[in-house]
T-cell receptor, first 117, second 116 residues
Framework: AQTVTQSQPEMSVQEAETVTLSCTYD???????LFWYKQPPSRQMILVIR??????QNATENRFSVNFQKAAKSFSLKISDSQLGDAAMYFC??????????????FGKGTKLTVNP | NAGVTQTPKFRILKIGQSMTLQCTQD?????MYWYRQDPGMGLKLIYY???????DKGEVPNGYNVSRSTTEDFPLRLELAAPSQTSVYFC???????????????FGPGTRLLVL
């Protein structure tokens, strides 16, 4: 069964500094995607970054990058030059193929990120 | 495009009451999903639909029902509300069955439900 584990319930970072959020997962699939979602206080789910498992190169989106280690089943998110607007809950998610043929997302419990001015 | 819209934004129900959470998307997506998010937790799948007239259960379907009479709408019904259903409910949709590639997945803004 697919599982996603985020071991850091809360993290804090000073504005302009770098923070890394951890995520480990388990899947029996060989080819899959992984996602990081951001959920600000507005509760909107916002896709931050995605990583294809068969790509060795780590995904990067502006100040957001991942450290993907497939063998270790680790998928951490690095936020550089942290901004006040980065404060939010961050969820790691793994797609899981349902019996009906579509994919649902399995989410971790989330990490609450606080950015201190 | 408005994307995925949900109504209401917030609702308080008494135990045993019924209500329908509305979800509409205007992107002609075949695939639609209902998730619930309990406090301090990630989202869990309640029901999903792969097209009009086709629905199936997710991880936590008990206490809920869905229907999909049109491509655009995917309402979620609570028949006998219980305190355990206090949660934030998210509707989502996608064009493809697999959330991979360059396809963007869309979430609605959520409905906060409080059952007292």
């Amino acid at each position: 069964a697919q599982t996603v584990t985020q071991s850091q319930p809360e993290m804090s970072v000073q504005e302009a500094e770098t923070v890394t959020l951890s995520c480990t997962y388990d899947t029996s699939e060989s080819d899959y995607y992984l996602f990081w979602y951001k959920q600000p206080p507005s509760r909107q789910m916002i896709l931050v970054i995605r990583q294809e498992a068969y790509k060795q190169q780590n995904a990067t989106e502006n100040r957001f990058s991942v450290n993907f280690q497939k063998a270790a089943k680790s998928f951490s998110l690095k936020i550089s030059d942290s901004q006040l607007g980065d404060a939010a809950m961050y969820f790691c998610a793994l797609p899981f193929l349902t019996q009906g043929g579509s994919e649902k997302l399995v989410f971790g419990k989330g990490t609450k990120l606080t950015v201190n001015p | 495009n408005a994307g995925v819209t949900q109504t209401p934004k917030f609702r308080i129900l008494k135990i045993g009451q019924s209500m329908t959470l509305q979800c509409t998307q205007d992107m002609n997506h075949n695939y639609m999903y209902w998730y619930r998010q309990d406090p301090g937790m990630g989202l869990k799948l309640i029901y999903y639909s792969v097209g009009a007239g086709i629905t199936d259960k997710g991880e936590v379907p008990n206490g809920y029902n869905v229907s999909r009479s049109t491509t655009e709408d995917f309402p979620l019904r609570l028949e006998l509300a219980a305190p355990s259903q206090t949660s934030v409910y998210f509707c989502a949709s996608s064009f493809s069955p697999r959330w991979t590639g360059e396809e963007t997945q869309y979430f609605g803004p959520g409905t906060r439900l409080l059952v007292l």
